[in-house]
């Protein structure tokens, strides 16, 4: 039977930190699912649809990964997946007591599916989708923190607005 993990996440947008993640995952298992969360609550900046694509575009070279989208509780997407484990990436110190949380309820709802922590390279322990979204919004070079399409897809989404005061 193969072995599948399930990376979870909103991905908006995907950055090299989760891609750092998702190769060493794809090292570790016979079948990594990248499972775009719809969830709205977060108003993200790209549609559902848009964040599958880009994820499919940046893993497309990595054999046993797929893409996918789930909406609802995460073991019960795992379990119909017959994924065994689900892979967190843990970026600093603070980021452990929620995921330690969440991975103690999975557990709780599921005790077939583990866990498991994968901390990105040292060089990405920075960087979120929160604050790429930040630069980009700010008009900076988010090229050193996101595949190349996603940074396109960033500047295409986020036109930086006219400094105050300019005259056209």
């Not at 977060?42 to 599958?52: G, N, S, V, W, Y």
């Not at 017959?82 to 110190?93: C, E, K, N, P």
């Not at 930040?134 to 400094?163: M, N, Y």
């Amino acid at each position: 039977m193969k072995r599948t993990a399930i990376y979870p996440g909103s991905f908006d947008p995907l950055t090299n930190g989760h891609l750092d993640v998702i190769q060493r995952a794809a090292k570790l298992f016979d079948r990594v699912i990248v499972a775009v969360a719809e969830n709205e609550s977060k108003h993200p900046l790209f549609t559902l649809a848009e964040r599958l694509a880009l994820v499919k575009k940046a893993v497309a070279h990595l054999p046993p990964v797929a893409t996918d989208s789930f909406d609802g509780l995460l073991v019960e997407y795992a379990a119909a997946r017959q994924a065994g484990t689900i892979v967190r990436g843990l970026r600093a110190v603070s980021d452990f007591e929620f995921e330690f949380q969440l991975a103690l309820m999975n557990r709780k709802l599921d005790e077939n599916i583990e866990t498991i922590f994968m901390m990105p390279k040292d060089t990405y322990t920075f960087l979120s989708s929160r604050i790429v979204k930040e630069i980009a919004r700010l008009g900076g070079d988010v090229r050193p923190f996101v595949p190349a399409h996603v940074s396109a897809a960033l500047q295409k989404k986020l036109k930086p607005a006219r400094p105050r005061g300019a005259r056209i």
